[in-house]
């Protein structure tokens, strides 16, 4: 078995600051993604990469940049962080091969700015 | 507008008891997986079922899909207070999988 791993678990920041989010990966997955859970909803694309310098934008890309320098790592960044904003954010892994599109999930980063 | 929606905002059952989770959905789909989140976790997928398979079972689950009516269900039987969790469908189209707001399933003791 495999992991993903989200460091920080836990993010505060202030208004107008660059955040960055990472995530690790060790299923040696082709294709990863970042989502962002807002609390009682579902979970919205951010980006997604389908392999090792890839960007692909998702529905709610606007304040964010991604990179994917390493196949086992997809980095987040919160170009300005909001005011009040708080949220989950998501990182996930799959393989998309074999038949298999199950999406592996990490932990979460819980960002709140102040 | 979402791409995928969950019809119940909420369920509640008792133990032993039997559940369905409806959805719908707006895209053209390859495969539609269910996922089940449990609090201050990432979501876990439950069952993935093909755009040509009518049902699939997994243990206790059952889930059915309709590509004509753009449907879907997630029933669970014999419910155990572990199954309390919010429940999503994600339907699967070109590489990217979409969720709705997802149910929130409590099941009492």
């Known amino acids: 078995g495999g992991i993903i791993t989200q460091t920080p678990k836990f993010l505060i920041g202030q208004e107008g600051q660059k955040l960055t989010l990472k995530c690790q990966q060790n299923f040696n997955h082709d294709t990863m993604y970042w989502y962002r859970q807002d609390s009682g909803k579902g979970l919205r694309l951010i980006y997604y990469s389908i392999t090792e310098n890839d960007l692909q934008k998702g529905d709610l890309s606007e304040g964010y940049d991604a990179s994917r320098e390493k196949k086992s790592s997809f980095s987040l960044t919160v170009t300005s962080a909001q005011k009040n904003e708080m949220a989950v954010f998501l990182c996930a892994s799959s393989s998309w091969t074999g038949g298999d599109e199950r999406l592996f999930f990490g932990h979460g980063t819980k960002l709140s700015v102040l | 507008s979402q791409l995928a929606e969950e019809n119940s905002w909420a369920l509640s059952v008792h133990e032993g008891e039997s559940v369905t989770v409806n959805c719908s959905y707006k895209t053209s789909i390859t495969a539609l997986q269910w996922y089940r989140q449990k609090s201050g976790k990432g979501p876990a997928q439950l069952i993935l079922?093909?755009?040509?398979?009518r049902e699939k079972r997994n243990g206790r689950l059952r889930a059915t899909l309709d590509t004509s009516s753009q449907s879907s269900s997630l029933s669970i039987t014999a419910t155990r207070c572990e199954d309390t969790a919010v429940y999503f469908c994600a339907p699967n189209s070109n590489n990217r999988i979409f969720f709705g707001d997802g149910t929130q399933l409590v099941v009492k003791p």
């Open positions: 079922i093909r755009s040509n398979e």
